[in-house]
């Protein structure tokens, strides 16, 4: 009977705090490491922590920022499709970054050991116009190669194809996210770059209506903070995390972990937005969309609100 009672008084503590959370949609493209944050922090309750209940929609980045301002979801996972939205002068913001610097690795046939050894090569990619070629445009100049002279970019299509066309010689390299570093090596392919150890490129994080801002600061803040709490269990629990991956992505053991700790350096513990990676960002959408204006980092970026929630659980910590 003891026993009875207290667990009718532990469903009276909680009963009262589930009615109360706030249902919330976050849109995300597709099942990848870079977007694990924010459906890691809804399974491990700390979405629950912050009053919230979050539901996560699959959506095209080309249809989420209208999305957004229709109010059917509430916040978005692509960072570059909301700057892009922004420079187009639709009214959505950045407000946090949870993988500042993208994970991708630039994947060869194994007589490539370095990138300027790429010069003059033809680069599979999904798409034209992607995030693949961003990147492998910025991996380009880091070297010192200009992408418009220096590489020839070849949609191929999915991960298997583009690596079809390596084995088939129709291709030199390839790029993408854990773990298409680890399935390429098993292919006898190399990694001879991997973005996030080169360049700050803002990824994944949380874009919002400027409406949703304004009316709703509270929520923002909670949800900022969810995801900070979300980062901060990944950097610091591998095995939690790796079981959540292998749930999610659809993955065995083996590939969690060597995705895990492929991915792991590249998410940061306080949302930070860096401005340099935000500037990139800018440019290349502006690139992609043919814009000449200078774009401010006002123009697509508030954070205001992500400063707070900085702030607030830091003071929490001490």
Known sequence: MKKMIGVLLTLCVFLPFAQ??????IGFPDLAAQFLPLPLGEVKGLFHEEGLQAEFIRIRPAISS???IAAEIDYDAVIGNGIAAAIRGLPVKIIAAYVPATPMALIARPEFKSVPELRGKTIGLNTYGGALESIARLMFKHFGLDPDKDAKFLPTGTVDSRFAAMQQNLTAATLGSPPIDFLGKKLGFMVIARAHELFSFP????VASVKKIKERPDEVKRVI????KANRYIRQNRDGTMQFMSA????????????????????NDDGGVPESGLRLVIEEAKRV???EREISITEVADLTILREAQRELTAKTK
Do not use: N, P
């Open 20 to 25: 109360a959370a706030e249902k919330i949609r």
């Open 66 to 68: 209208a999305a957004l």
């Open 203 to 206: 990824a994944s994080g949380l």
């Open 225 to 228: 903070k969810a995801g900070i």
């Open 248 to 267: 999610w992505l659809k993955i065995d053991k083996e590939i969690a972990a060597v995705t895990y700790d492929s991915v792991v350096k590249a998410y």
């Open 289 to 291: 969309g043919k814009v």
